[in-house]
């Protein structure tokens, strides 16, 4: 286990580590960024109703795995960002132990805040995050529903943008054959848009 998770840290803290380290060889932090209102993704009542079903069966089928646990533990936004102020007592933003000055976003700043009354949903970014994968050919409905989002609301980079983070990763490949994937986005809180989009695993 990594060590930082060892001491306590919560969980979004040590996958931000992680998320990092996987982006150290590279000179974009994102495959794909976007500034705010550039990629925009639409829904037809059919794709919204398919959507939709995808978010309430992973739901149901991730109940009780690890993922969906840590997932979960991390889910309320006041208690994430109450976390974030005890090691921020300020509400600044933080930088995580990497020194990499990235193209598109430029060093990578961590600091949680709570949505404001602008602000799209939790499961609203999922479910454009869901759209993205399926309308790029990344994935599709049938292996989406095994994955399940760990989500942060985060307000330390993007011009002051704030962001949907998520990192969806599959809750069941043990049981369902499924290849080890990770995907990564975030999502403009404030107009839906997409920011950034990076395969974690396989890198990509």
């Not at 150290?24 to 925009?40: C, F, L, N, V």
């Not at 059919?46 to 939709?52: L, P």
Request: hydrophobic share 35%.
């Amino acid at each position: 286990m990594n060590s930082c998770c060892k001491r306590g840290l919560p969980v979004i803290l040590c996958l931000i580590f992680l998320l990092l380290a996987f982006a150290a060889h590279a000179d974009s932090y994102w495959k794909m960024h976007w500034k705010p209102g550039e990629s925009i993704i639409s829904f037809t009542p059919e794709e919204d109703t398919q959507i939709t079903a995808i978010i309430e069966e992973a739901n149901h089928k991730s109940e009780g795995t690890n993922i969906r646990i840590g997932a979960d533990r991390e889910s309320d936004v006041e208690t994430a960002y109450n976390n974030f102020l005890t090691m921020s007592p300020d509400g600044a933003p933080m930088e995580p132990a990497d020194d990499k000055e990235y193209e598109d976003i430029g060093r990578y700043m961590w600091a949680i805040g709570l949505p404001d009354e602008q602000s799209i949903s939790r499961d609203e970014a999922w479910k454009i995050m869901l759209k993205y994968l399926i309308d790029h050919g990344i994935s599709t409905p049938e292996i989406l529903v095994h994955y399940y989002p760990l989500v942060s609301y985060e307000t330390g980079n993007y011009n002051g943008n704030p962001v949907w983070r998520i990192l969806l990763e599959c809750y069941d490949y043990q049981d369902s054959g499924l290849p080890v994937t990770a995907w990564e986005a975030a999502i403009y809180a404030h107009d839906g848009s997409v920011c950034g989009y990076r395969a974690i695993y396989p890198v990509g």
